[in-house]
């Protein structure tokens, strides 16, 4: 749906990458151990592509449409860390989300 998005409003369009995340076949092996940097590298990814479409503008294509929102990190994060690791991650989250712009419009979509 976001694939069609963009098209129709000509804007850049930003895809979650997780296929070549180094912890998700750790995750799966042992997930109780592998959850804090697997969640972090996540946050990591999500921030770095977000900040890269933002500090670098296509100039023909000013609108970005997402598949997902930041805040999904720390979504996920709550559901799936233990105190005290929730609130490092909550920290993490609150200092590269302080330099990201807010959405203007969010879509939620629903099967």
Same mark, same amino acid.
Request: hydrophobic share 45%; net charge negative.
């Given at each position: 749906?976001?694939?069609?998005?963009?098209?129709? *409003?000509?804007?850049?369009?930003?895809?979650? +990458? *997780? !296929?070549?995340?180094? %912890?998700? !076949? /750790?995750?799966? #092996?042992?997930? /109780?151990?592998?959850?804090?940097?697997?969640?972090? +590298?996540?946050? !990591?990814?999500?921030? @770095?592509?977000? #900040?890269?479409?933002?500090?670098?503008?296509?100039? %023909?294509?000013?609108?970005?449409?997402?598949?997902?929102? *930041?805040? #999904? +990190?720390?979504?996920? !994060?709550?559901?799936?860390?233990?105190?005290? /690791?929730?609130?490092? %991650?909550?920290?993490?989250?609150?200092?590269?989300?302080?330099? @990201?712009? #807010?959405?203007?419009?969010?879509?939620?979509?629903?099967?």
């Amino acid at each position: 749906m976001s694939s069609l998005m963009a098209d129709d *409003f000509n804007a850049t369009l930003v895809h979650e +990458s *997780f !296929a070549d995340n180094p %912890f998700l !076949a /750790e995750f799966y #092996k042992n997930p /109780e151990r592998n959850v804090f940097p697997l969640e972090t +590298s996540f946050l !990591a990814e999500r921030f @770095l592509q977000l #900040k890269n479409v933002f500090e670098h503008p296509d100039l %023909f294509r000013p609108m970005v449409i997402s598949d997902y929102i *930041f805040h #999904k +990190s720390l979504i996920f !994060a709550t559901q799936n860390l233990l105190e005290p /690791e929730i609130t490092l %991650f909550r920290k993490l989250f609150e200092i590269m989300e302080a330099s @990201l712009p #807010k959405p203007d419009v969010m879509i939620y979509l629903h099967r």
